[in-house]
Nanobody, 124 residues
Framework: VQLQASGGGLVQAGGSLRLSCTASGRTFSSYSMGWFRQAPGKERDVVAAISWSGDNAYYADSVKGRSTISRDNAKETVYLQMNSLKPEDTAVYYC??????????????????WGQGTQVTVSS
C-alpha cells in the first residue's frame, strides 16, 4: 500500500493541526494504521494507531488526551487531530500501515508500509 501524508506545518504552542494520510494500491480497510514521529536525534516512536474497523485505538502517553486518530475507509484516509500542541511535539510525522489479523486489532509495532513524512513544528 502506498501512503501520502499531509497537513503538517508551523503552529504556535497551544494550537491544533490535523494530519491526513491517504492510501492507495491495496484494500485500505484490511490494514491497521498508525502515526509515528521522529524528532531530530531521536528514534521514531509511535504516536497513535487505529484498527481496521476504527473501533479500537492506541495512544502514546505523550499525546493521550490531546490527540485523536480516526479513519474514513471509504476515502482510504486516516487522520490525526492534534490539539494543545507543545514544542516537544515538533517532529516529522509518518503514517504507516500493516495488515491486521482482525477488524479490531490495533498495533503499535510491526508496520511495514510507510508514507513520506510531514513536518510539524510547534513554536513556543
Amino acid at each position: 500500500v502506498q501512503l501520502q501524508a499531509s497537513g503538517g506545518g508551523l503552529v504556535q504552542a497551544g494550537g491544533s493541526l490535523r494530519l491526513s494520510c491517504t492510501a492507495s494500491g491495496r484494500t485500505f480497510s484490511s490494514y491497521s494504521m498508525g502515526w509515528f514521529r521522529q524528532a531530530p536525534g531521536k528514534e521514531r516512536d509511535v504516536v497513535a494507531a487505529i484498527s481496521w474497523s476504527g473501533d479500537n485505538a492506541y495512544y502514546a502517553d505523550s499525546v493521550k488526551g490531546r490527540s485523536t486518530i480516526s479513519r474514513d475507509n471509504a476515502k482510504e484516509t486516516v487522520y490525526l487531530q492534534m490539539n494543545s500542541l507543545k514544542p516537544e511535539d515538533t517532529a516529522v510525522y509518518y503514517c504507516a500501515a500493516r495488515r491486521a489479523l482482525s477488524s479490531s486489532s490495533v498495533y503499535s509495532v510491526g508496520y511495514d508500509s510507510w508514507g513520506q513524512g510531514t513536518q510539524v513544528t510547534v513554536s513556543s
